[in-house]
């Protein structure tokens, strides 16, 4: 297999731009219904999580599935009627809430309130999270800068070993990758209520890294080629450089994704969208590396070489 | 040769530390793994301490450590984090709505003497305030039709406890000189009191408190946060001495659970600074449980599918890339140990994810080694120049996500930190296994073994030499 990324960089160029786009438009329109890109969690706004099965070693205590028009009633009762439930569960024993931040006491009575209702619930596997919405906003500007830091550490890196439009081109790609990685689970937030978690900004944050990675070894391939081959030209150098690194690049990603699907498809809960999440940058990352970062430092360095040129054939 | 077998008396001893280290200690999970509580308490300022200083915060943090401890809680730990918040985690606890009514209750005790001349301003009071918390409760039995109402009932009830504070003498003594708290069931009835002891200067307090008002029909109030408990009137045969003994009890009709909670809060003393409980993470001990064991299950197939898949892909250097492997994975979790990460649900996942980064060194190496065989170098230069050329690239991409990892300590919380601490470790132990056991063991194999160096295609099927 041999790749001609020079030759179609305009189609992959297109393709990567229309997908940013959608992903863009994806934000906006989950911007206009939640006020925030991605369907938050309460991780980032605030509020009470109550996660809680019957206990079925009772007898007769599951016999029948927890309804969910009854637990609204609960809800309202309680005065929260902007509370959602959900049941989940084989035989529907599973209930989970969420509120505005309840205090210890509106959890407790709720909770008595439930059982008082559906019958006794099993204390080892309640689950609570409550988050206060300063909390919330801290973890993600916390989160938000620990992303530009790192930003900003591998521009200086990359720019040491390499050059300045190395990195600049670097970060482009990565841009690219966590967008439409975010932009996939801003439509999944839309479509099948997907929310962000703080796991997803560390699954953003690797993402990155692994990214950059990718478009390491092939700028240090590029640089390599670029030095035993002077004469060639620049595209012929990415090319080749691209093409050496092909089977790496495909079996590092498989083998980097094969656990991770194996998580996404056995791990537990809070893992799969984690997963998810990373097995998409991932495969963006690959391609990114391979399509984008190099294809736009060839199309950079050829400019930069006809603006150079140019005073010399107009002198002539 | 001799450089070979010096590498790998080392990597023996390594593993041999390795070995003693997880047979010897153990890794401590995460709540999120064994399950348990975890709260975070914001200290806030009031009107006359408006900053927070290390001191208060401190002494905030012993308090809520004696309370912890009257929980009764196994191993719990109680941490400040940043300049005005503690973290306190609680593991396996069973009641996480106790820990927190207990952790996050300010429990100010103060004992205050009636003022004179105030008997029956104090019996009307005390009547309306009787009358109000009837009234809330009835409307509480339908809370969202009288939602306006309650509000207005709670606002006079406010304003009532207020003006009974203000009819009593400001407090003599309080909570901090107490020295036992704990409940027990009242003579009368099913209800429970809290019975108290005073150290010695609160004892001759106490006893002075009670002479002053010993037979005077004035109360004594027990506040407790500024709301009165109860206010017995203290018999005239005390007149003379006062109460002595320094003995207490508080009854204000408590049920089991509210004594309980009311002695712990008592003994774990008065908090210098209001607190909030702003973040409460609790998770089940069974869920906890499903979930360590699916990520277990989940990690092991992923990393055996790995495993096979540089055999199969890369022979001979993917077998013994297996071996690093295995011997990576081994180390990395005894620096776990050793480094006292706690293993988290996303510590899982670096660890995962620095397994994907070992697997790259390695992927990198022998792509490059086949590409020197290629070439038509001799396998012994071909793995040597394989890990020369490829170690640039390792390096690079390596100290990126070095960098990442850092910006992920210094600015991120407890989760975030967490996964940078274990994917850092593992791409640094990464880094290792590739570059020092891969490289011995494949020289080993190729030095030691001559009809090994006679077979490439042992490191790369079809192998074609070009000119």
Do not use: H
């Given at each position: 297999?041999?790749?001609?990324?020079?030759?179609?960089?305009?189609?992959?160029?297109?393709?990567?731009?229309?997908?940013?786009?959608i992903s863009l438009l994806a934000m906006i329109v989950s911007y206009l219904q939640f006020e925030a890109p991605l369907r938050p969690s309460l991780d980032f706004v605030g509020g009470t999580r109550l996660q809680l099965e019957l206990d079925c070693s009772i007898p007769q205590?599951?016999?029948?599935?927890?309804?969910?028009?009854?637990?609204?009633?609960?809800?309202?009762a309680q005065g929260l009627p902007d509370a959602r439930a959900q049941v989940f569960g084989e035989n529907e024993t599973g209930l989970s809430i969420r509120a505005q931040t309840l205090d210890v006491e509106e959890r407790s009575e709720l909770q008595d309130a439930l059982e008082a209702n559906f019958g006794q619930f099993d204390p080892t596997t309640i689950q609570i999270d409550t988050v206060g919405p300063t909390i919330g906003e801290e973890l993600f500007t916390s989160g938000i800068l620990a992303l530009l830091v790192s930003f900003f550490g591998i521009i200086v890196y990359i720019s040491i070993r390499f050059q300045l439009d190395y990195a600049i081109f670097a970060i482009l790609a990565l841009f690219h990758d966590a967008l439409i990685t975010a932009g996939v689970f801003s439509i999944l937030g839309l479509v099948a209520m997907v929310e962000v978690d703080s796991l997803f900004l560390v699954a953003l944050l690797t993402i990155i890294g692994f990214s950059v990675n990718d478009t390491v070894v092939i700028y240090d391939r590029i640089r390599?080629?670029?030095?035993?081959?002077?004469?060639?030209?620049?595209?012929?150098?990415?090319?080749?450089?691209?093409?050496?690194?092909?089977?790496?690049?495909?079996?590092?990603?498989?083998?980097?994704?094969?656990?991770?699907?194996?998580?996404?498809?056995?791990?537990?809960?809070?893992?799969?969208?984690?997963?998810?999440?990373?097995?998409?940058?991932?495969l963006l990352g690959a391609y990114s590396s391979i399509f984008l970062a190099s294809t736009l430092l060839a199309w950079w360095r050829e400019r930069q070489e006809t603006t150079q040129q140019k005073p010399f054939s107009e002198q002539v | 040769m001799q450089q070979q077998r010096t590498a790998i008396a080392l990597i023996f001893v390594l593993l041999i530390g390795a070995l003693v280290v997880l047979t010897q200690l153990s890794v401590p999970l995460g709540l999120d793994l064994r399950g348990g509580a975890q709260l975070t308490i914001q200290v806030q300022t009031t009107e006359e301490i408006t900053d927070i200083t290390q001191d208060r915060l401190e002494s905030v943090k012993r308090v809520i450590q004696n309370r912890v401890d009257g929980l009764g809680v196994s191993e719990p730990i109680v941490q400040t984090?940043?300049?005005?918040?503690?973290?306190?985690?609680?593991?396996?606890?069973?009641?996480?709505?106790?820990?927190?009514?207990?952790?996050?209750g300010t429990a100010q005790l103060e004992f205050r003497a009636q003022k004179e001349g105030t008997d029956q301003e104090f019996q009307e009071k005390f009547l309306t305030r009787d009358q109000l918390e009837a009234q809330l409760e009835e409307l509480r039995e339908n809370s969202e039709e009288n939602q306006a109402e309650i509000e207005e009932t709670l606002e006079e009830l406010d304003q009532v406890n207020q003006e009974i504070l203000d009819l009593f003498e400001p407090a003599a003594l309080t909570g901090s000189q107490l020295e036992q708290a704990r409940a027990q069931p009242a003579q009368a009835g099913n209800n429970w009191q809290v019975q108290i002891r005073f150290d010695q200067e609160g004892g001759s307090k106490f006893a002075e408190?009670?002479?002053?008002?010993?037979?005077?029909?004035?109360?004594?109030?027990?506040?407790?946060?500024?709301?009165?408990?109860?206010a017995p009137t203290v018999s005239s045969q005390y007149a003379d001495r006062g109460i002595t003994g320094g003995s207490a009890t508080i009854s204000g009709g408590f049920t089991v659970q509210e004594a309980e909670d009311l002695a712990i809060q008592l003994r774990g003393g008065s908090l210098p600074l209001p607190v909030e409980i702003v973040e409460n993470r609790t998770v089940g001990a069974t869920l906890g449980q499903e979930s360590i064991q699916r990520s277990i299950y989940a990690s092991l197939s992923g990393l055996i599918l790995v495993l096979v898949f540089m055999g199969v892909y890369y022979r001979l250097p993917g077998l013994i890339a297996d071996l690093a492997l295995s011997i990576y994975a081994l180390l990395t979790f005894a620096a776990y140990v050793l480094v006292g990460v706690t293993l988290t649900l996303p510590g899982i996942a670096g660890f995962i994810l620095s397994i994907g980064m070992a697997v790259d060194a390695n992927v990198l190496i022998f792509e490059r080694t086949r590409e020197e065989l290629r070439a038509g170098k001799t396998l012994y230069r071909a793995v040597e120049g394989g890990f020369y050329r490829a170690f640039s690239s390792i390096l690079d991409s390596n100290v990126t996500t070095l960098i990442a990892c850092a910006a992920l300590f210094w600015l991120g919380s407890g989760l975030v930190r967490g996964f940078a601490v274990t994917l850092a470790i593992g791409v640094l132990i990464s880094l290792f296994t590739a570059l020092t056991c891969t490289r011995t063991f494949l020289l080993f194999a190729v030095l030691g073994f001559p009809t090994i160096r006679k077979k490439p295609e042992l490191f790369c099927p079809n192998l074609a030499v070009q000119k």
């Open positions: 297999m041999k790749l001609n990324v020079i030759k179609q960089r305009y189609f992959w160029w297109l393709l990567s731009a229309l997908t940013v786009i205590n599951c016999d029948e599935p927890i309804a969910i028009s009854e637990v609204q009633e609960i809800l309202e390599e080629t670029g030095q035993q081959e002077p004469e060639a030209s620049i595209a012929k150098v990415v090319d080749d450089a691209v093409n050496q690194t092909l089977t790496r690049s495909i079996n590092t990603t498989l083998t980097t994704i094969l656990p991770l699907l194996a998580i996404l498809l056995f791990g537990g809960e809070t893992l799969k969208e984690f997963a998810l999440a990373l097995i998409i940058g991932f | 984090v940043g300049g005005d918040r503690i973290s306190v985690q609680l593991p396996g606890v069973s009641d996480p709505a106790q820990a927190e009514r207990v952790l996050g408190l009670t002479r002053n008002i010993a037979g005077t029909g004035r109360g004594l109030g027990i506040f407790l946060d500024d709301e009165l408990v109860s």
